[in-house]
Nanobody
Framework: QVQLVESGGGLVQAGGSLRLSCAAS????????MAWFRQALGKEREFVAG????????HYLDSVKGRFTISRDNAKNTVYLQMNTLKPEDAAVYYC?????????????????WGRGTQVTVSS
């Protein structure tokens, strides 16, 4: 089992920044990819960014490239999402997810474990 707890969400003005954290516990040695997804009201959950737990390979949603950065601290079993130049369309509940086996990084059903989410609100 892997437990994931997100933190760092909040209210920010457009153009501002937030850093989300996801603390993993349990069988973290079995994690292959950690990712951030988001889900806005009335929309489907979408992949935002992912990183391999061991090698640091990253992938991003096109609309966040150059603004968001995903990183990991293996010593702390924590993954971060630094979000800069936030836009109103970035507002959503952000979820951390862990994938043990690899595959399509952007597919939510490839991830076995999920956090409960943290709300990000961006005012215009």
């Amino acid at each position: 089992q892997v437990q994931l707890v997100e933190s760092g969400g909040g209210l920010v003005q457009a153009g501002g920044s937030l850093r989300l954290s996801c603390a993993a516990s349990g069988r973290t040695f079995s994690i292959y990819v950690m990712a951030w997804f988001r889900q806005a009201l009335g929309k489907e959950r979408e992949f935002v960014a992912g990183i391999t737990w061991s090698g640091g390979t990253t992938h991003y949603l096109d609309s966040v490239k150059g603004r968001f950065t995903i990183s990991r601290d293996n010593a702390k079993n924590t993954v971060y999402l630094q979000m800069n130049t936030l836009k109103p369309e970035d507002a959503a509940v952000y979820y951390c997810a862990a994938d043990l086996h690899g595959g399509d990084w952007s597919a939510p059903n490839h991830y076995e474990y999920w956090g409960r989410g943290t709300q990000v609100t961006v005012s215009s």
